[in-house]
């Protein structure tokens, strides 16, 4: 067993408000069944870690890695059939791939929030728990089967604890990345072997109920039939031929790397693909090389970049009397003063058509607001933020997010609310994230 240092710890009245709500957050949860006893492991060994201190320690969302091993590589083959379900009735239908769930309704890779959002219920923000296989399983309780037999490592805990926040010697869970100081769970002593946090303790509590949801019986889930161990065997339906990439005519996805009928070339708004050979056979264009510069398959995508380049170009505006009108409303009903000085403006933000320290700051300060709205969105193998990604339009292990813009809406010259979002032609375009400052 690692030697344990115990540390007192002077804490001041708010921070001892703080901690003691905590603590009774941590320790009566709003799950009605009391959290069962686990086994304890032979192994006689204690996981702790030592933080550097607060100002140094990293904070580690536990679902953001839970629930990326259901991504992971041999875990759930590229093509398996998932569908949303709520309140016992499918209301979507995708399959995986990659990191990605391809939508039915408009044929994209995303994410399983964009789609929840897709299927109607944005607002509810638990993809995972409302997604399953055709057997039955959801992704949470498939995540949480998976976590079972693995134990993290103390370089993959947290380096703070997760009720004052504090750094010190931390008793780290076996199920999760989470991390406590003894006197904060609290116990009356360092436990011996695996030891689960309560937080886990619940998870696992609730696991043992699924199989009355409404939802996993109507996603196919069978009495006396272990599910887990169907997805095990691969006795789940896999989607046999991809309707997504390849060429938007002829949807053949083969390609030649010298110019010719069958060389590739992308629209530069809508992102489709396109064989040279076939834009010419469709009487589109007839390209007798690879264009230089930006490239649209039709005259819809040229207008509308060349829309979203001129609404980048012309920075602040005021906002339709209108949607004033109405704000200047609900001032009014919650009692509120709106003053003669109220100046709302909106704007919209791309770094590759505007670079510059005025977009750089802007853009910057986009990014503070999505980090305290929304938990991290991280790339699972590289560990990249996706935000500042999206925001800046780069690119990602071959994801290209060149075609966002950000658009933000302030109040007398400060932000308070920005939105990504991504045009696809005429039809479709993705509004990913949007928050506002609280």
Known sequence: ???????????????????????????????????????????NGMKHSTSRGKS?????????????????????????????????????????????????????????????????????????????TSNGVSLHELSISLSKDRRFSTNDNDDLCSICRDGGDL??????????????????????????CKYCQNVFQKDKYVERNENAKAAGRIDGIDPLEQINQRCIRIVKEFDLGGCALCRGQDFSKS??????????????????????????QNLEELPEGKWFCCSDCDQLHTALVNLVARGKENLPDSLLSLIRKKYADKGLETGADLDIKWR?????????????????????????????????????????????????????????????????????????????????????LVATVT
């Open 1 to 43: 067993m690692h030697a344990w240092c115990q540390r007192t710890v002077n804490l001041a009245p708010l921070k001892q408000l703080r901690l003691a709500i905590a603590v009774f957050q941590l320790q009566f949860s709003p799950d009605p069944q009391e959290p069962v006893g686990l086994p304890k492991s032979s192994n």
């Open 56 to 132: 140094q320690g990293r904070l580690t969302r536990k679902d953001l890695r839970l629930h990326k091993l259901v991504f992971e590589e041999d875990v759930l083959p590229d093509g398996t059939e998932v569908a949303y379900y709520a309140r016992g009735k499918q209301l979507l239908v995708g399959y995986k791939k990659g990191f990605g769930i391809v939508c039915s309704c408009c044929e994209c890779e995303v994410s399983p929030s964009q789609f929840e959002a897709h299927a109607g219920w944005a607002s509810r923000r638990k993809p995972y728990l409302h997604i399953y």
């Open 171 to 196: 008793l780290c869970c076996d199920g999760c990345p989470r991390a406590f100081h003894i006197d904060c769970v609290p116990l009356p002593c360092i436990p011996n072997g695996t030891w689960y």
């Open 259 to 284: 110019f010719g009928p069958r060389t590739v070339i992308i629209c530069d708004q809508c992102e489709k693909e396109y064989h040279v050979g076939c834009l010419r056979d469709h009487n589109m």
């Open 348 to 432: 919209v933000l791309n770094w590759k058509l505007a670079e510059s320290d005025e977009t750089r700051q802007l853009l910057s300060k986009a990014v503070a607001i999505f980090h305290e709205r929304f938990d991290p969105i991280v790339h699972p193998t590289s560990g990249i933020d996706f935000i500042p990604t999206m925001l800046y339009g780069r690119d990602i292990k071959g994801q290209d997010f060149g075609g966002m813009y950000c658009a933000v809406l302030t109040v007398n010259q400060v932000i308070v609310s920005a939105g990504i979002f991504r045009v696809f032609g005429s039809e479709v375009a993705e509004f990913p």
